[in-house]
């Protein structure tokens, strides 16, 4: 009950438009990877937890757990599915941690996956829109670039951020995913491009705007005494929070603030026992430009308002004070929804163990990753350590 | 007891096109075909607007105007040629919106450009036989004209609500009379877009013969001259028919000039009276006595003789129709042709 | 059987006439409906309430890449409007240019066609908001 759970294998795709490969070529390749990775034996695996928005609505596929412990070899382990919209790979982290925790299963699998280029984009619209509430948001047209340009407007309001701070956060994110070779856009962006690129939902453009991407991921957790047994660099999870909201954007107490990651913040640093300045480095849920402003300051690594003016000071640029999303982030590396928490994780992992090559950020010990579901009715953290 | 207006409520889209701008994309000269159809720009419906979004709008306005419960209406009848569905009713949508549902009795109606009025004369009958306590009738339309056709200059947006009971009348209709005919002037045939109709035919034998009988009988059966008129509305296809007709019952411009309205804001159908009357009320004092004559192609004219109480002067409508009148945006053709459909490739619901 | 057919119906009050509950112990109002007050839960008691349709622009933004069944309306104005009882709501606003709209501006409601099921389908009605003359 009272074990430590840590990291002992990480395994991605490359994240893109991967044309000759299916959803359940995604898991498996990436699943086969961190089992490597781990240098452990598939009947060693306890259960497993799988991450995955919509594999209905884009792959025409449920009942996803079973799919992929049969296609992994495993069929007979317990495998479950999880869905918290844009959070299940983080979710299913949490779960898979749980599990673990529990001291239920010592080795246990948390994976993440979406296939989201099979339909058009505007289908994968409506599906991502799912995430929000269907009712009363995507029956009056709202899509989520949209909500977040409400949120963004408030913010500007509220604030007075400015429309070249939101678009540094992509300057940025950009740059990182140049360094990053499983980046889906792993090209740079000047603030003029971001700035003049066409227009989504106003002030938002489509450089502010994560894409459509294919991609999975797999990580490999592990009681204590089982990670200290198999691996050298176990990368502990120190806290893990998850806090809701309205489902709805219009019933939350501000649209400038994301309560529900302020809750989960609380909650992952009490665990941890650590101060946000502890943070070295931090992947947020930067699905559009503004959600890593209003991202990094609920995590309180500055005061509500000073996220824009904290980007523009390069301060969570690679070498800055806290570096932001070093992966390149959901708008540089791609954002196939469930796989993205997994993936932030990994990232966390190749930070941690010093592994991160070009975008390695100096003196990685502690991360954060946080993952966001909808329009920030889900939050899910994680504080990734190299203490125990 | 006396049957009439105990409210009534209008509506019309924002948008306009200029009559000119039409004939400019049909190479038309522009001053003739104002000239010759009496009309200088009409009403363009937004892409989310129908026969029923329209008369949900002016039902709502003729609730505010009576302040009646809207549990309280017996019948509801919509007349237009332009129903969202041509199977279920646009008056169900109307009752639910207004919340008049569920005890009452609803159907739509269509007449060309005489459904409005149809529905009046059914809600009177409700009333007068003791049937129903307030019937609600409507007259609304998104009219269609056939690219580049003369109809194109005028087919328009708009509606108007009456409702009608015998307590607290803003106006009472003394009498009402039709003299209906079958006469193939204007149709539109199951399943087809456009309307098609019989040019110089839908004149003489059409229009002015309905028009000219219906005015003339109910003015016989009442004694009544076209001097003992402070106001007239004839239908308005155009701006130049009504102006005629009037001319040749024997009625002078400043009796028809108030609900004259086609060419500022297009022919509205079903809505085309109605408005016409409604524009009158939105002015008429106690004693006022007036004539409305509608014209449907097919074909078929309802009279009515009403008589404005000093209640109208006491209860104004809130929402004068001139408040749509002056509420307006020109668009060019090719938006017009967005909004209205008309694009190839564009699936529209009209 | 049609998609949405039946999900549409059962909402009609709310979307035609913003009939929303309140919570009779704590005053509360709520649009949408819920079943449940998050102040009071069980103790709660729970009622219809209409709301006027009256309120003002909180947030705005233009919707450019629309979704599938809005094709044809972008660009289109996408609000959250805080009504005069409380609540906050998502709704167009229509016959507005983008330009005219500003955070606090007096917004009413309209009855109009917010989306259809292709040209065969049924058409779903509802609130939209316009700005106030």
């Not at chain 1, 010592?106 to 269907?134: F, R, W, Y």
């Not at chain 1, 502890?278 to 300051?297: G, Q, R, T």
């Not at chain 2, 009496?38 to 363009?44: A, D, L």
Request: charged letters at 25%; one cysteine or more; hydrophobic letters at 40%.
């Amino acid at each position: 009950m009272s074990s430590k759970v840590g990291i002992i294998g990480v395994g991605m795709t490359k994240f893109g438009e991967l044309w000759d490969r299916r959803y359940r070529d995604l898991i498996v390749d990436a699943g086969v990877d961190a089992i490597k990775d781990a240098g452990i034996e598939g009947n060693q695996i306890g259960g497993m937890y799988v991450g995955s928005m919509s594999p209905g609505l884009f792959a025409e596929q449920e009942h996803v757990s079973a799919l992929v412990a049969d296609y992994s070899g495993l069929a007979g382990i317990p495998a479950t599915r999880v869905e918290a919209a844009c959070a299940s790979g983080g979710v299913a982290l949490r779960e898979a941690y749980l599990a673990v925790k529990s001291g239920e299963m010592d080795i246990v699998v948390a994976g993440g996956v979406e296939k989201m280029t099979d339909v058009p984009t505007g289908s994968a619209a409506v599906a991502l829109m799912g995430a929000g509430d269907q009712e009363w948001e995507a029956f009056k047209g709202a899509t989520f670039p949209s909500l977040y340009a409400l949120m963004a407007r408030r913010h500007m309001v509220e604030y007075g951020t400015t429309i070249e701070q939101i678009s540094q956060v992509a300057v940025k994110s950009h740059d990182n995913a140049s360094l990053n070779e499983n980046a889906h856009y792993g090209f740079k962006v000047t603030l003029e491009q971001v700035m003049n690129s066409s227009m989504v939902a106003d002030p938002l453009r489509i450089l502010h705007c994560s894409g459509i991407t294919d991609g999975a991921a797999t990580v490999i957790l592990a009681s204590e005494e089982k990670a200290k047994e198999l691996v050298d660099d176990p990368v502990w999870i120190k806290a893990s929070a998850l806090a809701t909201d309205t489902i709805a954007l219009h019933d939350r107490k501000s649209l400038s603030k994301t309560e529900a990651t302020v809750l989960a913040a609380r909650k992952a640093y009490k665990d941890a026992e650590i101060k946000p300045e502890d943070v070295d480095f931090a992947e947020v849920h930067d699905a559009f430009s503004i959600a890593e402003i209003l991202a990094i300051e609920a995590l309180d690594f500055c005061d509500f308002g000073e996220g824009g003016k904290l980007t523009q000071q390069g301060e969570t640029a690679l070498k800055g004070r806290i570096p932001i999303n070093p992966s390149g982030g959901l708008k540089g590396k791609g954002h196939p929804v469930g796989a993205t928490g997994i993936a932030q994780a990994i990232e966390a992992v190749l930070q941690i163990r010093g592994k991160a090559g070009d975008r390695q950020v100096k003196g990685a010990e502690t991360g954060l990753i946080h993952n966001v579901g909808g329009s920030g009715a889900t939050c899910v953290i994680h504080i990734l350590s190299m203490e125990k | 007891m006396a049957v009439g207006i105990v409210g009534y409520g209008t509506y019309l889209p924002k948008y306009r096109i200029k009559a000119e701008e039409i004939a400019r994309v049909w190479g038309k000269d522009p001053e003739a075909m104002k000239k010759g159809l009496g009309i200088y720009e009409k009403t363009v419906p937004n892409l989310d607007e129908d026969a029923a979004t329209i008369a949900v709008e002016a039902a709502r306005s003729a609730l505010r105007h009576s302040g009646i419960k809207p549990a309280d209406i017996g019948a509801i009848y919509v007349g237009s040629e332009s129903h969202p569905y041509a199977v279920k009713p646009t008056a169900t949508i109307v009752g639910a919106a207004i919340e008049a549902t569920p005890e009452l009795t609803a159907a739509d109606l269509e007449f060309a450009c005489k459904a409005g009025t149809a529905a009046i004369q059914c809600c009177m009958g409700l009333v007068e036989a003791g049937r129903i306590k307030y019937g609600l009738a409507i007259g609304s339309d998104t009219s269609q004209g056939m690219p580049g056709d003369v109809l194109e200059y005028t087919a328009s947006a708009g509606g108007a609500a009456f409702i009608i009971g015998e307590r607290n009348l803003i106006a009472q209709i003394k009498d009402t009379y039709s003299f209906t005919t079958d006469t193939p002037d204007f149709w539109r045939r199951e399943g087809q877009e456009f309307p098609r109709h019989g040019a110089r035919f839908t004149g003489e034998p059409a229009y002015f013969k309905h028009v000219i009988n219906c005015s003339n009988k109910i003015m016989e059966r009442n004694e009544l001259k076209p001097k003992d008129f402070q106001y007239a509305v004839f239908h308005q296809p155009n701006g130049r028919f009504p102006v005629k007709a009037a001319k040749l019952l024997g009625f002078d411009q400043e009796q028809i000039k108030l609900g004259l309205l086609t060419p500022w804001i297009g022919n509205t159908y079903s809505g085309s009276t109605p408005l016409g009357l409604a524009r009158i009320l939105d002015e008429a004092k106690g004693g006022d006595l007036i004539l409305a004559t509608s014209y449907g192609s097919g074909a078929g004219s309802d009279s009515f003789i009403i008589e404005v109480t000093k209640e109208n002067e006491r209860r104004r409508n809130p929402t004068p129709l001139q408040c749509f009148i002056d509420r307006k945006e020109y668009v060019d053709y090719a938006i017009y042709a967005k909004l209205k459909g008309k694009i190839k490739g564009v699936v529209l619901e009209k | 059987m049609t998609k949405g057919l039946a999900t549409h119906w059962r909402l009609m009050p709310q979307r035609y006439n913003l009939i929303g509950t309140h919570c009779k112990n704590c005053k509360s109002k709520f649009f949408p409906q819920r079943k449940i007050c998050p102040k009071c839960r069980r103790t709660g008691s729970i009622e219809e309430f209409k709301f006027s349709g009256k309120g003002e622009i909180y947030s705005y933004t233009t919707v450019c890449a629309p979704p599938q069944g809005f094709e044809y309306q972008a660009p289109y104005v996408l609000a959250i409007v805080k009504m005069k009882e409380g609540p906050f709501i998502t709704a167009q606003i229509v016959d507005c240019k983008p330009e005219e709209i500003e955070i606090g501006k007096k917004v009413e409601t309209v009855f109009r066609k917010v989306i259809a099921d292709g040209s065969s389908g049924i058409i779903r009605y509802g609130y939209k908001f316009k700005l106030r003359d």
